[in-house]
Nanobody, 119 residues
Framework: QVQLVESGGGLVQAGDSLRLSCAAS????????MGWFRQAPEKSREFVAR????????NYLDSVKGRFTISRDNAKNTAYLQMDSLKPEDTAVYYC????????????WGQGTQVTVSS
């Protein structure tokens, strides 16, 4: 059974940093691209960042470029999202997801972790 478990969310002030983790089990982690998404109250879920299976390719939502960094450790079956210079508009539930191969859609999703940024 595939599981993606996010952790690291919390309540912080604007300008602070958080690092989210996504621990994967039940799959061959190195075969999957990993993504982070978020959903704010009364808003649709939006893409935040993606990293290729090897870690060699990344892409980001424009509003987080230069502030967020996605990474992965295939030896630990874990993906990360380092979030710096957080803003109140970053407040959302953050989800990680796994996509098999380079161009496939996301097959597996975590349960989410809440990030709240106060002004």
């Amino acid at each position: 059974q595939v599981q993606l478990v996010e952790s690291g969310g919390g309540l912080v002030q604007a300008g602070d940093s958080l690092r989210l983790s996504c621990a994967a089990s039940g799959l061959t982690f190195g075969n999957y691209a990993m993504g982070w998404f978020r959903q704010a109250p009364e808003k649709s879920r939006e893409f935040v960042a993606r990293i290729s299976w090897s870690g060699g390719g990344t892409n980001y939502l424009d509003s987080v470029k230069g502030r967020f960094t996605i990474s992965r450790d295939n030896a630990k079956n874990t993906a990360y999202l380092q979030m710096d210079s957080l803003k109140p508009e970053d407040t959302a539930v953050y989800y990680c997801a796994a996509a098999f191969g380079s161009n496939a859609g996301y097959t597996y999703w975590g349960q989410g972790t809440q990030v709240t940024v106060s002004s």
